[in-house]
């Protein structure tokens, strides 16, 4: 199975920061890569797909890059509605999809 | 809208199964493969089981091979998920997830069943 790491498991960032969060895959992924935001007591939301494109309706704040084993997602502006946790997922290694461990955005 | 509105879970004890359902509207079920996805509490996600549009092909983790059925009724625009043999670990928020066309990504989620595995 290909593994997912994510970094940092958990962050704490100002409004209207840049954040960054990073995922590893442990083998080549050609870019099939998601990113979700899962809100407190919500299920997990599609933001970026494909490893840097944008799903209807998400703010364009969010981007997505990377490729092979290493990508991340970007939140500009950070604003108070971005808290949640980021989840990474590979579908590359199809039907056997694994995600990341997730990282916990907070507010400072 | 796209909606996935699970239900069926509770409390089971050890050994015991549970069948769980989610009703899909506002999209042409048969034309999508779909899966259930589980949250154990305060943990990621981890994939459970999927199923192709006629439900001839299924797919799953050895986590839960043998124990789990994913099925479907596309005339009820229905998916399901019977557990067997529950153990423990298989305490978790269970999602039902609509797998995009042409790709492999999880476009809809439903709002998530709550399944507790205790004696």
């Known amino acids: 199975d290909i593994r997912m790491t994510q970094s940092p498991a958990s962050l704490s960032a100002s409004l209207g920061e840049t954040v960054n969060i990073e995922c590893l895959a442990s083998?080549?992924?050609?870019?099939?890569l998601a990113w979700y935001q899962q809100k407190p007591g919500k299920s997990p939301q599609l933001l970026i797909y494909n490893a840097n494109s944008l799903q209807n309706g998400v703010p364009s704040r969010f981007s997505g890059s990377g490729s092979g084993t290493q990508y991340s997602l970007k939140i500009n502006s950070l604003q108070s509605e971005d808290v949640a946790t980021y989840f990474c997922?590979?579908?590359?290694?199809?039907?056997?999809?694994?995600f990341g461990g997730g990282t916990k955005l907070e507010l400072k | 809208e796209v909606q996935l509105v699970e239900s069926g879970g509770g409390l089971v004890q050890p050994g015991r199964s549970l069948k769980l359902s989610c009703a899909a509207s506002g999209f042409t079920f048969s034309n999508y493969y779909m899966a259930w996805v589980r949250q154990a509490p305060k943990k990621g996600l981890e994939w459970v089981a999927t199923i192709s549009t006629s439900g001839s092909r299924t797919y799953y983790p050895d986590s839960v091979k043998g124990r789990f059925t994913i099925s479907r009724d596309n005339a009820k625009s229905s998916l399901y998920l019977q557990m067997n043999s529950l153990k423990s670990e298989d305490t978790a928020t269970y999602y039902c997830?609509?797998?995009?066309?042409?790709?492999?990504?999880?476009?809809?989620w439903g709002q998530g069943v709550m399944v507790t595995v205790s004696s």
């Open positions: 997922q590979q579908y590359n290694n199809y039907p056997l999809w694994t």
């Open positions: 083998e080549d992924i050609y870019s099939d």
């Open positions: 997830a609509r797998k995009a066309n042409w790709e492999s990504y999880f476009d809809y």
